[in-house]
T-cell receptor, first 109, second 114 residues
Framework: DAKTTQPTSMDCAEGRAANLPCNHSTISGNEYVYWYRQIHSQGPQYIIHGLKNNETNEMASLIITEDRKSSTLILPHATLRDTAVYYCIVFSGANNLFFGTGTRLTVIP | KAGVTQTPRYLIKTRGQQVTLSCSPISGHRSVSWYQQTPGQGLQFLFEYFSETQRNKGNFPGRFSGRQFSNSRSEMNVSTLELGDSALYLC?????????????FGAGTRLSVL
């Protein structure tokens, strides 16, 4: 089953780009990479997902390496409201809806 | 469009009791998934219901059960509560199965077992 590994925590200065890495070396060809975030005391919020091409939406950009073994979520101009836990997930089959513990991003003023 | 609604927001129970949590999905969504979140454990998947049928199940004991009604609303039940069941319980709805669709989460029900 595909599994992801993320750093436990990261800091980013307000206004700078936040780059959150994720390794998913066992990902299969048809599995998407999803990113969610959870702001304290709220339910997780969907950010973006991708298969093999880079993706961008109003919240973030997702860069997936050519071999698909890793990806990076980019928040282009981090604000204090982006302080949250960020989850990188690969849903590998019906019984593996595993979010893990994610990366705690702290945006510093 | 209204989001995912979970009730109640907070619950206090004692060991041995049972509890029922409720989740109303976004209108039109047929999948409801339940998760348990405890400090240090991340979000752990409990089960998923799609069109009133349980489609996926995580690694939790049989004390944890659920059901889904014809209007897609779902309930989760925990019997014989243990102290370790204290957690934030989150539900998420999606148009398709949770493994292929975007999930929209509710604010959760915080359960404290004393």
């Amino acid at each position: 089953d595909a599994k992801t590994t993320q750093p436990t925590s990261m800091d980013c200065a307000e206004g700078r780009a936040a780059n959150l890495p994720c390794n998913h070396s066992t990902i299969s060809g048809n599995e998407y990479v999803y990113w969610y975030r959870q702001i304290h005391s709220q339910g997780p919020q969907y950010i973006i997902h991708g298969l093999k091409n880079n993706e961008t939406n109003e919240m973030a950009s997702l860069i997936i390496t050519e071999d698909r073994k890793s990806s990076t979520l980019i928040l282009p101009h981090a604000t204090l409201r982006d302080t949250a836990v960020y989850y990188c997930i690969v849903f590998s089959g019906a019984n593996n809806l595993f979010f893990g513990t994610g990366t705690r991003l702290t945006v510093i003023p | 469009k209204a989001g995912v609604t979970q009730t109640p927001r907070y619950l206090i129970k004692t060991r041995g009791q049972q509890v029922t949590l409720s989740c109303s999905p976004i209108s039109g969504h047929r999948s409801v998934s339940w998760y348990q979140q405890t400090p240090g454990q991340g979000l752990q998947f409990l089960f998923e219901y799609f069109s009133e049928t349980q489609r996926n199940k995580g690694n939790f004991p049989g004390r944890f059960s659920g059901r889904q009604f014809s209007n897609s609303r779902s309930e989760m039940n925990v019997s014989t509560l243990e102290l370790g069941d204290s957690a934030l319980y989150l539900c998420a709805s999606s148009l398709e199965l949770a493994t292929v669709g975007i999930q929209y989460f509710g604010a959760g029900t915080r359960l404290s077992v004393l």
